[in-house]
């Protein structure tokens, strides 16, 4: 009777999601972690917009921000389950694929014009099919930005001023060891219990691209912002490659084609966010220094070391990014 019962309410739900047969929208969900007034927020909101007015009336994307259904690494899976259409992940992509550790190195990118070009020469051709073994597939790149550091302690001038510094850093082993190269005594955690754990001085400071620490609010509970530009980090619209396969070839046109849109729309939006949002800390009354980037830069060899050691044909990686930020 139970298994009767189970089916009973299996089917159900599928009718209800039938398109065609006079009943709900297909709903497709993307899910992410940024709160309201965030990059990944309006880049979401942007994809939605457009594609929901190509999709028609059988499918409509839907954004879930601010961690709703769960932490980077928990909507991966999700995705793989079918319970999600889209994630937006960024560091974590790493901890999927050791490759993407490329975009863990500190000073590697050098703006987004260079971006654009490894997207087109190194990601889309190298990095997309070692995501696709894994079961995911990859839309388009999109951004979360320039990382800054924030802390309640001191300016952080040089990698010194970080030594013993408890500081959060999203899941991805190749961003804690940036860290302790640099002295700092970094802990993974969820982007939804930072907040708290800068508040409460569980961690004394964070490090984050603007856009995600002033919709995160961190500049209500951190005194200085340190301008370290230590890691671009790009984002992805991933989807399970299995359950992007069971939709439509329309559709699924109409949301790859829309997603790669977008970039442009997610990188003028980033470039301007970056510019009023420093102004908007000051008056917030973080105190903002510009830190002696000379310095971290050679305090990063051992991390790249470790890179070309660990990733196989990771060394040859870099080398080919770095020649492709020679071009500008």
């Not at 999700?78 to 560091?91: A, E, I, R, V, Y």
Request: aromatic share 8%; proline share 5%; no cysteine.
């Amino acid at each position: 009777m139970k298994n009767i019962k189970t089916a009973f309410v299996t089917a159900s739900l599928a009718l209800s999601l039938t398109p065609g047969l006079g009943m709900a929208q297909t709903e497709l969900q993307f899910g992410h972690v940024g709160n309201p007034g965030s990059l990944f927020d309006t880049s979401v909101k942007e994809f939605a917009k457009l594609a929901n007015e190509r999709l028609g009336d059988d499918y409509k994307v839907e954004p879930y921000g601010s961690s709703q259904l769960g932490g980077d690494s928990s909507m991966m899976q999700k995705l793989k389950l079918g319970q999600l259409t889209f994630t937006l992940p960024s560091t974590v992509m790493s901890s999927v694929v050791d490759e993407f550790g490329l975009f863990e190195m500190p000073y590697l990118i050098q703006d987004r014009d260079h971006m654009k070009r490894v997207i087109d020469e190194v990601i889309e051709p190298d990095l997309y099919p070692l995501v696709e073994e894994k079961g995911y597939k990859v839309l388009a790149v999109w951004e979360n930005g320039f990382r800054q550091i924030t802390n309640n302690e001191r300016p952080i001038e040089t990698p010194e001023d970080l030594d013993g510094l408890k500081l959060r850093t999203p899941e991805g082993k190749w961003r804690v060891r940036m860290f302790e190269e640099y002295g700092a005594n970094p802990s993974p955690m969820a982007l939804s219990e930072v907040f708290t754990a800068l508040q409460t001085g569980t961690m004394d400071g964070q490090e984050n691209p603007l856009v995600q620490i002033h919709s995160q609010k961190f500049q209500e509970v951190q005194d200085y912002l340190s301008m370290t530009n230590h890691v671009y980090t790009p984002a992805y619209v991933v989807v399970s490659k299995s359950h992007w396969e069971d939709l439509p070839e329309d559709v699924r046109e109409v949301l790859e084609e829309t997603a790669q849109e977008v970039q442009d729309f997610v990188y003028e939006t980033a470039a301007k966010q970056d510019e009023e949002l420093l102004g908007e800390m000051e008056e917030a009354g973080m105190e903002v220094n510009e830190p002696d980037l000379q310095s971290f830069i050679d305090a990063s060899g051992p991390v790249y070391e470790r890179f070309d050691e660990e990733v196989e044909g990771g060394g040859d990686l870099v080398d080919r990014v770095l020649e492709l930020g020679e071009e500008d």
